[in-house]
């Protein structure tokens, strides 16, 4: 069973659906960081969180520590929004903090 | 503040020869961690280097190694390089401490012929 489970692997949606991305990990973390990572192109961190909520633009990811979940939300989705979205954790044990463990990756399409 | 670069972008080699690639940090960061990319694995973390030190190490063969220099600037080196090689190799710098956010570079994609 992989640590870091991510889903759906593939989501198709029209522009300006409401879009939920969704991460479960298996063991305690220091931290969770959500990725963006565009077609041929390097890796963005969107978002890093250890528990709650945070927002930027129309990008909103929440944590839930006790149920070892977190989701990834696009608000009003637009076709520049396509791309991979991995989870990525920290884990808390062996002094490994800096160590990040992946998710398979998301593939968002967002069709006009 | 400029952001993570890595040098080169793209790289071709055969199989067997050994190959070095750069990473320079963010300035201020003391920590680089070097990931490997691949169709088949995904994401997978190879090392990281704190203060010229390797602080953690993934399960990758001997082949692959790394290095951090004074300036926090990083190397990593892959020898005897082999088809299966054949990647996109990222590197990401953060201040250091526990849980902090990881800033990645561009990656340099290696083809190994």
């Known amino acids: 069973k992989n640590e870091v489970e991510q889903s759906p692997q593939n989501l198709t949606a029209q522009e300006g659906e409401f879009i939920t991305i969704n991460c479960s990990y298996s063991?305690?973390?220091?931290?969770l960081h959500w990725l963006q990572q565009h077609p041929g192109g390097g890796i963005v961190s969107l978002f890093m969180?250890?528990?709650g909520k945070k927002k930027h633009g129309r990008l909103i990811a929440t944590i839930n520590i006790q149920e070892k979940h977190s989701s990834l939300h696009i608000t009003a989705s637009h076709p520049r929004d396509s791309a991979v979205y991995i989870c990525?954790?920290?884990?808390?044990?062996?002094?490994?903090?800096?160590?990040?463990?992946f998710g398979t990756g998301t593939l968002l399409a967002v069709q006009p | 503040k400029a952001g993570v670069t890595q040098t080169p972008r793209y790289l071709i080699k055969t199989r067997g020869q050994q190959v070095t690639l750069s990473c320079s940090p963010i300035?201020?960061?003391?920590?680089v961690s070097w990931y490997q990319q691949t169709p088949g694995q995904g994401l997978q973390f190879l090392f990281e280097?704190?203060?010229?030190?390797?602080?953690n190490k993934g399960n990758f063969p001997g082949r692959f190694s790394g290095r951090q220099f004074s300036n926090s600037r990083s190397e990593m080196n892959v020898s005897t390089l082999e088809l299966g090689d054949s990647a996109l190799y990222l590197c990401?710098?953060?201040?250091?401490?526990?849980?902090?956010?990881?800033?990645f570079g561009p990656g340099t994609r290696l083809t190994v012929l």
């Open positions: 990401a710098s953060s201040l250091g401490g526990d849980g902090n956010e990881q800033f």
């Open positions: 063991v305690g973390i220091s931290a």
């Open positions: 969180l250890s528990s």
């Open positions: 990525a954790v920290g884990f808390l044990y062996g002094g490994a903090t800096n160590k990040l463990i």
């Open positions: 300035s201020g960061h003391r920590s």
């Open positions: 280097y704190f203060s010229e030190t390797q602080r």
